[in-house]
């Protein structure tokens, strides 16, 4: 079998996918790699760049052509891609990221081969900005050496791994149908994987992860209510997943999902669809009384009754309560 299939996945990054698979064409292994990029139906001229890499390197970069949009801010893409991919481990790239240590591969593979009851390993990576922004490391000096799957769940949304800095073993011959409905593929899959074993940590700074207008993570619309209720139901997912063992936290964190979508375009004004909402965050959160007044106040409360929020607020309690 290979030993390393790198992945790299893109759409319409016409600008950044060059340096993506130079980046990885120039890792210095003691093994054989594959290189499959995995297009989303790029119309920028991506996809010529690509077929262009495959006439050069051939058998070495491979294009993953797909005939249409996949859908799912790439996750398709990535599962079809992943389908083809025949390494022992695979590392997962987005195509406007590269890395930056030629060494990247072969220190990860000799953590992995060294650590059998690792699923996959991660390491630093520099986060840079489109706008200007100072770039920074993603991670402190308290990194530990290894993590588990509790210490990816919480209330809040958790993230210290960059895409391009993870290497997986590829060990999961069938993702569950629930992930390929999530828009955020990061997330499950390192939950999936964390279900399999520890997570190892290198600090070596080896990678970018650019913040730009063509990257994954500017699809995160907070202010979207059918974004959010995608988070819902993947963290509804999660913790069916897990087996509700991780439940308290878990619907904590469903619950501020709900709290946002009052802020979202599509429920301004609807006073009864945000009634539902705070319902709901209420049956999950259990807030305090001071914060459900302020809920109350600020999204259930028309301007002209505000003075008069606290009868409001008092008759919603009781109507939750009984």
């Given amino acids: 079998m290979l030993k ?16 993506a698979i130079d980046s990885v064409l120039a890792q ?12 989303d139906f790029s119309s920028d001229g991506t996809r010529e760049i690509i077929q262009e890499y495959e006439r050069q390197h051939p058998g070495l970069v491979k294009g993953v052509l797909h005939p249409r ?11 079809e891609t992943l389908k083809r991919a025949t390494g022992e481990y695979y590392a997962l790239i987005d195509g406007d990221d590269y890395l930056t240590d030629p060494l990247k591969l072969q220190k990860q593979v000799d953590l992995l081969d ?6 996959m390993a991660f390491h630093n990576a520099l986060i840079t900005y489109e706008d200007g922004s100072p770039s920074h490391v993603l991670n402190g000096p308290d990194m530990k050496p290894f993590y588990t799957i509790e210490d990816l769940i919480g209330e809040d949304e958790i993230w210290f791994m960059a895409t391009s800095s993870t290497l997986y073993r590829n060990s999961i011959k069938e993702y569950p149908a629930w992930f390929s409905e999530s828009v955020s593929g990061d997330i499950p899959r390192l939950i999936l994987k964390a279900k399999m074993g520890k997570i190892g ?19 995160d619309k907070y202010d979207d209510a059918v974004f959010l209720q995608n988070r819902i139901d993947m963290y509804s997912n999660i913790n069916r997943e897990l087996n509700y063992q991780y439940d308290r936290l878990l619907r904590k964190n469903i619950a501020r999902y709900y709290r946002m979508m ?4 599509q429920f301004r004004g609807s006073y009864l669809g945000k009634l539902k909402l705070v319902t709901q965050y209420y049956s999950l959160a259990k807030p305090n009384w001071p914060d459900l007044k302020t809920i109350v106040y600020d999204h259930l409360t028309p301007p002209v009754l505000q003075r008069a929020y606290g009868v409001v607020a008092i008759g919603l309690h009781r109507i939750l309560n009984n």
């Fill in 4 to 19: 390393v299939s790198v992945l790299i996945i893109t759409y319409n990054q016409k600008n950044f996918i060059r340096q």
């Fill in 28 to 39: 210095k292994t003691t093994f054989p790699i594959e290189i499959l990029v995995g297009d």
């Fill in 69 to 79: 949009n996949m859908g799912k801010n790439g996750g398709i893409n990535f599962l």
């Fill in 114 to 119: 060294a650590h059998p009851d690792y699923s």
């Fill in 201 to 219: 940590y290198l600090p070596d700074v080896m990678s970018v992860y650019r913040k730009n207008s063509n990257g994954t993570s500017f699809t």
């Fill in 262 to 265: 009052l802020k979202s375009r």
